[in-house]
């Protein structure tokens, strides 16, 4: 499945290495002004650039949007909005190699068993770079939840067992000499948004949002509220509390309290080492993916909200 949502429906399409990635955001209203020059700094954050830990395919691609349909003098037509981001810095002879071998922890093997053909080229759909489209049509979901009052924030709060963010720099430059990689955790706040956003039982805001950021390449677990915490007790989290609950992440029942939700995801480290693979791969992919969060989010949201 390549489509998300059913108000606001965007369909991804692409591979890594291939001629482009790009999208179609179908359901945006008319009258939409769309703030290019913030899906451009959107998308410099995505690909990392001059960060560390990151690929260095990210220093020299470039993200240039090209509209092909929706969007004229950066005003939504009502229309579906199209575009793509062409890869000007492919380098598939570097994977060659992966027609023969499978990676383990990646999608190789079980796209290669499922379907009988794969492509090896970087990975293909299943490479990172497929997550520049969500960037490109989340934040024009972001850009119309703001004008109701509603913003999203997401950071990298830890980097392998390490949480002081002062320190993030120095042991990504050592895993990357190391040839090797590392896991990290990314924290995203919503602030704004109103009471009973969600529904009851199977619809529930953070079964959405979870199923979202499970969609992102390398997530490997979600959590809301206090999550896997287990230091506190019961009677230290609700007992002195009063409604709406302050522990609870700004969901309950799976519907908003009106707090802010709170939620973080957690991202393996990256299975394919620069020791011992050829291509450009990344250290850390959490870097990366705070921004992918925060469009993800925007896109859960803007399907929920009518």
Known sequence: MNSFGDNWTFTSFGESHGVAVGGVLDGVPAGISIDIDLIRHELTRRSGSGQTGVSPRATHEKDEVEWLSGVLDGVTLGTPVAFIIRNTNAHPEDYEWMKTHFRPGHADYTYQNKYGI?????GGRASARETASRVVAGNIARQALVEQGITIHAELVQVGTEKDPTRFDQLLQSVRQQGDSIGGI??????GLPVGVGEPIF?????????????INGCKGFEYGTGFDMTPSGSDLYLSEQAPCTTSGGIEGGISNGLPVIFRCAFKPAATLTRLYKGR???????????????????????LIR
Do not use: Y
């Open 281 to 303: 791969h990344d250290s850390c992919i959490a870097v990366r993916a705070v921004p992918v969060v925060e469009a993800m989010t925007a896109l859960v949201l803007i399907n």
């Open 186 to 191: 990314v924290r995203c706040t919503v602030d």
């Open 203 to 215: 619809d529930k805001l953070q079964s959405h949002l979870a199923a979202a950021m499970m969609s």
């Open 118 to 122: 794969r492509d090896w080229r970087g």
